[in-house]
């Protein structure tokens, strides 16, 4: 008999977080980790317990945004995530040392789970997750394992990220995950089809990658935060 103890491990890690958020698409390059970083910034501000978990294997970038240098989880009855600007801060770039990682299909999905297995994020209001790109074995084990929680889907202004967006929310909807809004980013100001909130870009949300008091200044940031608000995220 092979009985898997990952998920009632992971369940009990996550009893006391209140709100898992998926933040999700399904290309490179649209967003993720700018919405998820700055996101959980923009909660930890409102005062809500946060943490913020960088699960992007192949390119993790949340501590780039948020500017986090020289961090490192605690050993204390598996990690404990180290605080960053009021967000507990755990990514796997802790465990890779800034290289691209050469982990394939069945060994991501492991490392991500053992990483959800021994993460010790304690109470939280929130737990931002920047999802890897697409609905891989990977991402769609983040799911699985992390019961309840909630996809906040990025996409571009384009037509062909809003057909392959369209075709993963019927993947999403047929294995029953919740999926929160779709969130078009970089607009230019309209909505598109399928667009629940719009992000428009922001040419200064560059120079603001890496500090987090500049990063929450930004256009960028006010309007995730109505973005946010709309999406029934925060009241
Ligand atoms: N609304 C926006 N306005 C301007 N630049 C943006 C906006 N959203 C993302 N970017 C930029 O696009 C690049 C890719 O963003 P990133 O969050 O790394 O994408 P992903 O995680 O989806 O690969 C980053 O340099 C980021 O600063
Ligand atoms: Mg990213």
Redesign the pocket.
């Known amino acids: 008999m092979n009985i898997d103890p990952r998920p009632s491990v992971i369940a009990e890690r996550l009893k006391r977080v209140k709100r898992v958020i998926a933040v999700t ?1 399904w ?9 998820a970083a700055t996101l959980a910034l923009l909660l930890a501000k409102k005062g809500y317990k946060t943490g913020l978990f960088d699960l ?1 294997f192949a ?1 993790a ?1 949340g501590h780039l ?1 948020l500017g986090a240098k020289g961090l490192f989880p605690k050993e204390e009855k598996g990690l404990e995530p180290p605080v960053y600007e009021g967000v507990k801060f755990m990514s796997v770039v802790f465990f890779s040392e800034n290289k691209a990682v050469p982990l394939r299909g069945a060994n991501v999905s492991d490392a991500i789970i053992e990483l959800l297995a021994i993460t010790q994020w304690g109470e939280l209001d929130f737990l931002v997750l ?1 999802m890897p ?1 697409g609905i891989n074995d990977a991402a769609l084990d983040v799911m699985r394992f992390a019961r309840g929680a909630e996809v906040l889907a ?1 996409t571009a202004p384009s037509l062909l990220a809003h057909d392959v967006l369209e075709r993963s929310l019927e993947l999403y909807k047929k294995l029953g995950v919740p999926v929160l809004g779709v969130l078009e ?2 607009s230019a100001g309209t909505r598109a089809k399928g667009a629940d909130a719009v ?5 200064g ?2 120079r603001a ?1 890496g500090r987090p008091a500049a990063l929450l200044k930004t256009a ?1 940031a006010a309007d995730l935060a109505r973005a946010a608000a709309k999406l029934g995220i925060t009241r």
């Open positions: 698409g290309k490179g390059g649209i967003g993720k980790s700018v919405t992007d390119g970038s945004v920047d790109p990025v980013n970089m992000v428009r870009r922001d040419p949300l560059e990658l960028f």
